[in-house]
């Protein structure tokens, strides 16, 4: 299991399109992920729903770990996507 | 060669029909409550059904994500994309299965479950784009049930030919859209005697079988089926003699409906002279006229709980006043009895939501919900007080298992009276207030009762349910489920001698009333008031109108004597073949 702690710093946060990238690139990976909150709430990477009820807004620090083969590169990517903002502004 | 089969269920609504049987899958409409909770054996189905609906809805979408983009752009179409996603998310559908496959939920059921579980976490959100999501997963929830709900299924008020329903069971909302020129009868796979399907389909008149059980499956779409609602008998495909004789029998009702006919607007006398009221159960406006048509001198039992079952909402005090006035300017002159609110046992509210209980008939149902949830009775006599004028109305209490309730009830309706005479609006003063005796506790007790109450209706269905211990839904004990248990007559008897002693008159609003082999009883205890399916009204007056009502009490005396119900039945049906030709 890989696990790392990013902080959202887009400034819409967990939006439409952020999330939806979000699940998109979480999609391409086999290993199971987690969004998990300090709170403890929790939420599958691949669930837009589900990332939705975290309510993850600009500051929030999350847990994205992941779990299978593709571990590492999933984690790696994910967090990145979240450092890269999403590409915004 | 097609192979002719019998079935046999509980005949309801007598008469024979035949013509093409039309498997109705109940994909319940919009304004049906939806059915909770399914059988194990159903997961299969509802996951199909399910399937089926998410498919649609994502079709549906995909074409108005077109459609928006034409005319709105990308932006707003990424919205209803939005949606779709959620269709296929981890989240949401496979835990819509989950909840069918292991809670036993139903589709309908399930979605609203899930639906309502996220739109509630974003509604309690503070960004307000995420807030908005619950609109967007509400949406989605609404596409699913309509698809579901079967918008593009079988509706009952689509049918334009003739045909003999063929349906697990109708709900109470089913029937009441039936139209009974093309529905020539009906046949159910589970119900009773005095399931509302029942009720329902002898007020329309239209021959009815229920309970017949899985036999019912090997009816296919098209078969040709005679239907004898008054045995209980269906007949897959008959042969040409079996046709035939069944047409003879056609004939013979016609030539006895002609006799009849002439009842219609007779009083029901006595040949010695004694006079009782033939009066008729109503649900609707429709009914109501049908009544009037029917002879009927009035209404005993004006079921107002259709008024509510029929909406997406609470009707509002207006929308049941006009109801109410309606039917009293119906029926001008004659007395309406309208019972407040009976819902609860097999009647759900969808707005209501009421829990789901282990002991329907036992729980939360008509007075008890309307003296904890007392808005609702206010609203209710409010509307019945300012329609009292255009008639003669009268109020009737169902459920009242005690006096305490009685009295609560009766303080809430002077309080609703003092309202409307400050705000100066008019109703009648005299109105009667009564009660319907169906718990066992009650007509024990109808002698302390009767001090209080103006009148009595002796509701026979849940009284003989309550009495003997018999769900009257369920078929595997409906050989028990019979008004003329000695029990059942006792308690009939202690209440209307009891309301006679204190010079109250006492009704009677249960399928008995409307039976003619119980008519010579009926008589000979005095029962003051009759009220049933108008379907049954000459029939009533032509057999009492052969009566002599000392006749008649010499029979009650030998009756209550009888320790069985089958010696009962056997005394009863001796008396009538010897005094009675139809």
Known sequence: ?89 | MVVKKLLSGIGVAEGIKFGKALLYNPVASQDIAIREFIDSEEVEKELAKLRVAKKEAFNELEKLIEKTKETLGENKADILRAQQNFLDDPAFYPEIEKKITNDKYSAENAVQKIVEQFAFIFDGMENEYLRERASDVRDLGRRLMAQLHGKKGMQLSDIKEEVILVADDLTPSDTVQLDKNYVLGFITKIGGKTSHTAIISKSLGIPAIVGVGKEIETIKNGDFLIIDGKSGTCIINPDDKTLAKYKQQIAKEEEENEILAKFTFKSAITIDGFQVEVAANIGTIKEAKVAVESGAEGVGLYRTEFLFMNEKEMPDEEKQYQAYKEVAKTFGEKPVIIRTLDIGGDKELSYLDLPKEMNPFLGYRAIRISLSQQELLVTQLRAILRASIYGKLKIMFPMVSSLEEFRQAKVIFQDVQKQLEQEGIDFDESIEVGIMVEIPSTAVLADQFAKEVDFFSIGTNDLVQYTLAVDRMNEKVAYLYDYFHPAVLNLINTVITAGHRNGKWVGMCGGMAGDSLAAPLLIGMGLDEWSMSSGHIKKIKYVISKLKLAECKELVKEILQLDTTEAVRQELEGFYKRNITL
């Open chain 1, 1 to 89: 299991m890989t696990s790392r702690d990013v902080k959202i710093i887009n400034e819409t946060g967990f939006h439409a399109r952020p999330a939806q990238l979000f699940v998109q690139k979480a999609s391409q990976f086999q290993s199971a992920i987690k969004v998990k909150k300090e709170d403890g709430m929790e939420a599958d990477a691949k669930s837009i729903l589900g990332l939705m009820t975290l309510a993850l807004v600009k500051g929030t620090t999350i847990t994205i770990e992941a779990d299978g083969v593709d571990e590492k590169e999933a984690v790696e990517e994910l967090v990145k996507l979240i450092e890269s903002k999403f590409g915004e502004e």
